[in-house]
């Protein structure tokens, strides 16, 4: 049994998009102290306004329907169910103001001084490996023997990310399927070769105490390590019929504009960052397939330093209300292309076997299980909700899609082609 009491400091290394929200939710689950851990101290005062600005917009209605307005889902929540989960943790109840809030975090350019009496880390810096390692064998250096150390990786192996970290029995994956963790309920724990059992223990039991907006953390734990974890592991996967389609449509003389009037839009990808999109592309470009290589647009973005919504421009520019769009109206060329072109079954069918993969690979033990983090982490039904019954129909429309573009890694596998995948209930 792991004792949460003793969890009373808790470091984050790197204050971007995903250090500056778990940061926020670690403040709000009531360590006594949250460190967060950057290059430099103006990146950690731009993380430390914008965390305060986030727990600030819950204090009142207003506020928070100002701040949480961007995004569909959030508008129709009321504000007593948004502060649902801050009432269990007991700030609100406890009428506990931001000011007090804020007097709980602290910051530090040096990791050695920042984690020395952590008594839990996560890691949210760039997604490099290089980068990850050397931060963990540092963290190696200077935790105390107790500490478990997280990464928040989107893609990677937590045995590669831990190969220089003198306690690798200590380093979990735990993954916010989020680029806002206190919006979305889905956190996903991942073993490295050398992980043990405790350490994995203490990483679903914090997990699950983060408070999140939406009501109840959902916390699930891979039963081993796989690229991309799940969630992302499909989205990425899907991915390479975006890229096909955009490739179709620049070949038909469409921009990138017209896509973007027409609702294909690529603002999701500005939100997470455009460099995470390079590196979680290139990840599987070298571990899966090389067929998962950055777009060109990616890479041109990428290239030009335009890394999305944090800097101010990616594929929109932005300013502090969202993105300034200007679209053209739709063609009708472009209607006419996407009525011929866009089938967005055959991201389904593609979700259907890279999740048949996974219970090929023993990633995962239950096909239900699949669809419920899929479920939690996107708000969309996952593959095996209508591939349960569609798959031999899915499977004939990916051997024909894969023949198409010449994706062969989008060839079905055997546990979709024979629907073997119905005994993973
Ligand atoms: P980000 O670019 O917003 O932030 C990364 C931060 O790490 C920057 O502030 C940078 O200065 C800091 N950093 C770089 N090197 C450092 C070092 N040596 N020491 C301390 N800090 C350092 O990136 P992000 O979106 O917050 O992503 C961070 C991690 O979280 C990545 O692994 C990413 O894959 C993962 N993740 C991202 C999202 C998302 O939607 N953006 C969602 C889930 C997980």
């Given at each position: 049994?792991?004792?949460?009491?003793?969890?009373?400091?808790?470091?984050?290394?790197?204050?971007?998009?995903?250090?500056?929200?778990i940061?926020q939710?670690a403040?709000?689950?009531?360590?006594?102290?949250?460190?967060?851990?950057?290059?430099?101290?103006?990146?950690?005062?731009?993380?430390?306004?914008l965390?305060?600005?986030?727990?600030?917009?819950?204090?009142?209605?207003?506020?928070?329907?100002?701040?949480?307005?961007?995004?569909?889902?959030?508008?129709?929540?009321?504000?007593?169910?948004?502060?649902?989960?801050?009432?269990?943790?007991?700030?609100?109840?406890?009428?506990?103001?931001?000011?007090?809030?804020?007097?709980?975090?602290?910051?530090?350019?040096k990791?050695?001084?920042?984690?020395?009496?952590?008594?839990?880390?996560?890691?949210?810096v760039?997604?490099?490996?290089k980068?990850k390692?050397?931060?963990?064998?540092?963290l190696?250096?200077?935790?105390?023997?107790?500490?478990?150390?997280?990464?928040?990786?989107?893609?990677?192996?937590?045995?590669?990310?831990?190969k220089?970290?003198?306690?690798?029995?200590k380093v979990?994956?735990?993954?916010?399927?989020?680029?806002?963790?206190?919006?979305?309920v889905?956190?996903?724990?991942?073993?490295?070769?050398?992980?043990?059992?405790?350490?994995?223990e203490l990483?679903?039991?914090?997990?699950?105490?983060?408070?999140?907006?939406?009501?109840?953390?959902?916390?699930?734990?891979?039963?081993k390590?796989?690229?991309?974890?799940?969630?992302?592991?499909?989205?990425?996967?899907?991915?390479l019929?975006?890229?096909?389609?955009?490739?179709?449509a620049?070949?038909?003389?469409?921009?990138?504009?017209?896509?973007?009037?027409?609702?294909?839009?690529?603002?999701?990808?500005?939100?997470?960052?455009?460099?995470?999109?390079?590196?979680?592309?290139?990840?599987?470009?070298?571990?899966?397939?090389?067929e998962?290589?950055?777009s060109k647009?990616?890479?041109?973005?990428?290239?030009?330093?335009?890394?999305?919504?944090?800097?101010?421009?990616?594929?929109?520019?932005?300013?502090?209300?969202?993105?300034?769009?200007?679209?053209?109206?739709?063609?009708?060329?472009?209607?006419?292309?996407?009525?011929?072109?866009l089938?967005?079954?055959?991201i389904?069918?593609?979700?259907?076997?890279?999740?048949?993969?996974?219970?090929?690979?023993g990633?995962?033990?239950?096909?239900?299980?699949?669809?419920?983090?899929?479920l939690?982490?996107?708000f969309m039904?996952?593959?095996f909700?209508?591939?349960?019954?569609?798959?031999?129909e899915?499977?004939?429309?990916?051997?024909?899609?894969?023949?198409?573009?010449?994706?062969?890694?989008?060839?079905?596998?055997?546990?979709?082609?024979?629907?073997r995948?119905?005994?993973?209930?």
């Amino acid at each position: 049994m792991v004792d949460l009491d003793k969890i009373k400091n808790f470091a984050v290394i790197g204050g971007g998009i995903m250090g500056s929200g778990i940061a926020q939710v670690a403040l709000l689950t009531g360590y006594e102290k949250v460190m967060v851990i950057d290059l430099s101290t103006e990146i950690l005062e731009k993380s430390k306004t914008l965390i305060q600005q986030r727990i600030e917009a819950l204090e009142s209605e207003e506020r928070c329907n100002e701040f949480f307005s961007y995004h569909e889902i959030f508008k129709n929540l009321d504000f007593k169910k948004k502060l649902e989960s801050y009432e269990s943790v007991g700030i609100v109840a406890n009428k506990v103001d931001t000011r007090t809030i804020m007097n709980r975090l602290c910051t530090e350019t040096k990791i050695s001084k920042g984690v020395r009496d952590a008594d839990f880390v996560i890691e949210a810096v760039s997604e490099k490996l290089k980068l990850k390692q050397k931060i963990f064998e540092q963290l190696g250096e200077s935790c105390t023997a107790q500490t478990v150390m997280a990464s928040n990786t989107s893609t990677m192996s937590i045995t590669k990310i831990a190969k220089d970290c003198k306690r690798p029995e200590k380093v979990i994956g735990m993954h916010f399927h989020t680029f806002f963790p206190i919006t979305g309920v889905l956190i996903e724990i991942t073993p490295g070769e050398k992980t043990s059992e405790e350490s994995l223990e203490l990483g679903r039991e914090i997990a699950q105490r983060f408070p999140s907006i939406l009501g109840d953390r959902f916390t699930v734990q891979l039963e081993k390590e796989s690229p991309g974890l799940i969630a992302n592991r499909l989205a990425i996967t899907g991915s390479l019929y975006f890229n096909w389609l955009m490739n179709q449509a620049i070949d038909n003389g469409i921009s990138r504009e017209q896509l973007a009037a027409a609702n294909i839009s690529s603002e999701t990808a500005d939100l997470i960052g455009i460099d995470t999109i390079y590196y979680c592309a290139k990840y599987f470009e070298e571990t899966v397939s090389p067929e998962f290589a950055p777009s060109k647009r990616i890479t041109e973005l990428f290239k030009a330093g335009k890394f999305g919504r944090k800097v101010g421009e990616g594929f929109y520019k932005w300013n502090e209300d969202g993105p300034i769009k200007n679209l053209p109206p739709v063609e009708k060329k472009t209607t006419d292309f996407l009525a011929d072109v866009l089938d967005l079954e055959i991201i389904s069918a593609i979700q259907l076997n890279e999740a048949c993969r996974m219970l090929e690979e023993g990633v995962i033990k239950s096909y239900e299980l699949i669809d419920e983090v899929i479920l939690k982490g996107t708000f969309m039904p996952g593959p095996f909700t209508l591939g349960k019954t569609k798959f031999k129909e899915w499977v004939e429309k990916l051997d024909e899609f894969a023949r198409k573009s010449g994706i062969t890694y989008l060839i079905p596998c055997d546990m979709m082609r024979s629907g073997r995948f119905l005994e993973f209930k």
